[in-house]
Structures are given as C-alpha cells and as structure tokens.
C-alpha cells in the first residue's frame, strides 16, 4: 500500500503562488509515476500534471502550460506543484495519484490522497 499526503492548500487572490506537497509513504518503490489532479465544484476531476519518479517523463495540462511546475525530491518522497499566477478558474480541490505502471488517463492512477483546497479570489 502507499500512503499520499497533500499540504500546501489555501485561500490567495488571483496572480499569487502556492506551492502543493505530496508526501508518500509505505511501498512507494512500487510506484511509477506521480500525478496532480484538481477536481471544481460541479465539474469532474481533471488531470493537472504528472511526473516519473526517474524525472524523465513530465506532462501539464494544456490550461496549466508556463504556469504550474511539477518537480519530485525522491530522498523524500514528495511531489511539488509550484502554481503561480493562479486565476480564480483554478480553485478547485487538489489530489495526488500514484501509478504504478505508466498513467494515461485518471483509472490509470492506483493510489490517491485525500485532496487540499486551493480557493483563488477575483
């Protein structure tokens, strides 16, 4: 079993940074690939952005190209998405997956954490 934690979640006005965490813990050599997903109020959960452990495969979102950046600290076990110049549109909660085989689409991702709120202000 793996384990994941998110922190990093809160209320900003549009323009501003956040930097989310995810911590993993339990058999996370087992894991392939981790992923942020977001999920608005009244919408289905998208996908955000996804990273290999090795740092060699990362992927965005079209909407989050230039703003967001996933970076992972494998000695920690934690996944980053630092978010800048965020827009009222990107408030939603935010998960982390983790896949243990390549993730192409949201039933790819085996483990999930329970979400943060990121709620951005006009």
């Known amino acids: 079993q793996v384990q994941l934690v998110e922190s990093g979640g809160g209320l900003l006005q549009a323009g501003g940074s956040l930097r989310l965490s995810c911590a993993a813990s339990?058999?996370?050599?087992?894991?392939?690939?981790m992923g942020w997903f977001r999920q608005a109020p009244g919408k289905e959960r998208e996908f955000v952005a996804r990273?290999?452990?090795?740092?060699?495969?990362?992927d965005y979102a079209d909407f989050v190209k230039g703003r967001f950046t996933i970076s992972r600290d494998n000695a920690k076990k934690t996944v980053y998405l630092q978010m800048n110049t965020l827009k009222p549109e990107d408030t939603a909660v935010y998960y982390c997956?983790?896949?243990?085989?390549?993730?192409?689409?949201?039933?790819?991702?085996?483990?999930w954490g329970q979400g943060t709120q990121v709620a951005v202000s006009a």
């Open positions: 997956a983790a896949s243990v085989r390549v993730p192409v689409v949201a039933t790819d991702y085996d483990y």
């Open positions: 339990g058999r996370t050599s087992s894991t392939y690939a």
């Open positions: 990273i290999t452990w090795s740092g060699t495969w990362i």
